[in-house]
């Protein structure tokens, strides 16, 4: 049976050590009397809740899987997952970074953000039915009405009800400017809804009383494409002014997809009938209020793989401690025994840190983005709340697609480390490597991500957020650049921040020429980004490791973080020269192919 332990001690790590950051929500005037002894105990207790409470039912939903019943188009998620969702709501943690003005806690992002990455690791498709209410309750705070915020905040906050975002539809996914569902006004100013959506995560099931969806659709005098769309919140349950729930609104499940993966979340196809809802922002501006909602999903979605990522490393490194296989290349290692274990091989060892790098490289990363997100709201400064969120909006593409194809290698080498057990269900290996695949395709597949990344966050502003973050890589260079114990961190990480510059440039000049060069260099543009922030992280935590052992600090912990640093720059960095390479070959050599693709 897997195995799960919060990774704590990294998480501290990160928090307090490397990034500081109580440090910097002092200077943030709702969080200023936040320290690290309240966030560890949340977090520990948190980690209590994953392990107990959802951990055990992952494997049981994976196989059990949702129930629908087509006559009342009601879904029944797998056996306890009702049962634990009631727990997290008692425990408060459905409000713990929530407004306290509608009954959250008011903590810091940052806790959330490690939370979660627990949640994921125990359990992903369960973590994804409250996950999904706090995309659904960002993007009414900030654009819903005091009428719609006072109704519905309330009940989000507390986790009495979930939270979903309709958007796909059988026609189109990403291009959301093709969709069809209809909104018509009615004298009382609200408004019907029909039209069907489909892959709808969290979409229906009983956990809660009431599910509120916030649908895309288009009013009868909209502009054709993107500019013609509005959004609105349509309720399961139609409710009161007084908050008390009525009756049942025209949007129902007419179907559950047969998925690879997460098969204890309802993924639904929603159906909407002269469904009543109210519009929440302003007529034909609804994908800029969504957009509050994806993006809090796209970092979510990479904190899944990161969850996973961790999971899977964990149970990976205690297999190979275990498993007797062969003898080492180089001399006998357990004597007492007839084989050594499989952690002594080389390839062995690089799949285990691979694994581990991606994890905790990753770990630092969505931290990171989340204290940004803390500054961007409520940072005194203006001009550092402004480049807060230039910053986040940069790295949000990246959270997403590197941390889930990160993701998708761990968990395919982690389960390759187990053998042919790996490929056997009872392990548990399998299950993350298929939960994994999907958080490469959701919320805009990674080539999306990519051409966000290439096209929209850095060429769309001739490279300025860029430049912002490369002052901080800059400012890590200048003060290590001279220390020899951190010569094989700085060095490739100085050579690339300096190649980034103008490989950028030279892919937008050929991208103005031929905008298909964009499409065909983006997808290893942002992998060479990924590892440029990555080398950014992986150094500053070798930095505070390496300072850590010269005061003689005899914790083994820094020890290991220096050697996996090591690994990750000498194995995986490297990667970069060979992808800079590709993103050159220019488009020819995929477009001009319509006899290969006849």
Not at 254 to 275: F, P, R, W
Not at 414 to 440: A, P, S, T
Not at 463 to 474: E, N, Q, R, S
């Amino acid at each position: 049976m897997p195995q799960y332990n919060p990774p704590l001690r990294d998480m501290q790590f990160v928090l307090h050590e490397v990034l500081k950051v109580t440090d910097e929500l002092r200077g943030l005037p709702p969080h200023a009397d936040i320290d690290a002894d309240t966030i560890n105990a949340v977090l520990e207790e948190g980690g209590k809740f994953a392990v107990e409470v959802t951990f055990p039912l992952n494997i049981s939903g994976d196989e059990e899987g949702c129930t629908l019943d087509k006559t009342t188009h009601e879904v029944t998620p797998p056996k306890g997952f009702k049962q634990a969702y009631a727990q997290f709501v008692e425990g408060g943690w459905a409000a713990l970074s929530c407004d306290p003005e509608y009954g959250g806690q008011g903590l810091p992002f940052v806790v959330n953000q490690c939370f979660y990455e627990m949640m994921n690791s125990a359990n992903q498709a369960w973590t994804m039915y409250p996950g999904l209410s706090h995309g659904a309750y960002e993007a009414l705070h900030a654009h819903g009405t005091d009428a719609q915020k006072k109704l519905y905040l309330p009940k989000l906050v507390s986790g009495e009800w979930t939270g979903t975002m309709c958007l796909t539809e059988p026609h189109c996914g990403t291009d959301l400017g093709m969709l069809r569902t209809k909104a018509e006004p009615q004298a009382d100013g609200t408004f019907k809804l029909t039209g069907n959506k489909i892959f709808i995560s969290a979409g229906e099931h009983d956990m809660t009383s009431n599910i509120l969806h916030l649908v895309l659709a288009r009013l009868p005098d909209a502009p054709q494409g993107s500019k013609g769309i509005s959004l609105f919140i349509v309720p399961k349950f139609n409710v009161n002014e007084d908050g008390s729930i009525g009756s049942r609104n025209g949007i129902y499940c007419g179907g559950l997809e047969h998925k690879m993966g997460i098969h204890g979340n309802a993924t639904a196809q929603i159906v909407l009938e002269d469904a009543v809802g109210t519009m929440v922002g302003a007529p034909n501006k609804g994908l800029a209020a969504m957009f509050v909602m994806m993006n809090a999903a796209r970092l979510g979605v990479g904190n899944q793989s990161l969850g996973l990522t961790e999971v899977a490393y964990q149970n990976a490194l205690a297999y190979a401690k275990d498993r007797i296989q062969m003898r080492s290349l180089s001399g006998v290692k357990a004597k007492d025994k007839p084989a050594d274990p499989i952690i002594v091989h080389p390839d062995v060892r690089k799949m285990l840190l691979t694994a581990k790098a991606y994890a905790e490289g990753g770990r630092a990363l969505a931290i990171y983005c989340t204290l940004l997100l803390d500054k961007e709201l409520y940072h005194p400064d203006e001009k550092v709340r402004k480049d807060s969120g230039e910053i986040v909006a940069l790295l949000t593409p990246i959270v997403k697609a590197f941390l889930t194809d990160n993701g998708h290698i761990a968990t395919n080498a982690c389960m390759q480390v187990f053998g042919g057990h790996g490929y056997v269900k009872e392990w548990g290996m399998e299950q993350l490597v298929r939960d994994n695949r999907i958080n490469m395709i959701y919320e805009g597949t990674n080539t999306i991500q990519s051409l966000d990344l290439l096209g929209r966050k850095i060429l769309g502003n001739n490279g300025a957020t860029l430049k912002k973050f490369g002052k901080l890589i800059g400012a890590l260079i200048a003060e290590e650049g001279v220390n020899e114990k951190m010569a094989e961190f700085i060095n490739p990480l100085a050579y690339l921040a300096d190649q980034m510059t103008k490989f950028t440039t030279e892919l937008g000049f050929k991208g103005f020429q031929n905008p298909d060069e964009v499409g065909a260099a983006a997808v290893d543009y942002l992998r060479v980004a990924g590892h440029l922030v990555f080398g950014y992280f992986w150094a500053r935590m070798a930095q505070t490791a390496l300072r850590e052992i010269a005061a003689g600090n005899p914790d083994p912990f820094y020890l290991g973080k220096v050697q996996t640093a090591r690994f990750y720059f000498a194995k995986l960095f490297p990667e970069t020269a060979t992808l800079m390479r590709t993103a050159r070959s220019g488009s020819r050599a995929l477009m001009d192919t319509d006899a290969a693709l006849a």
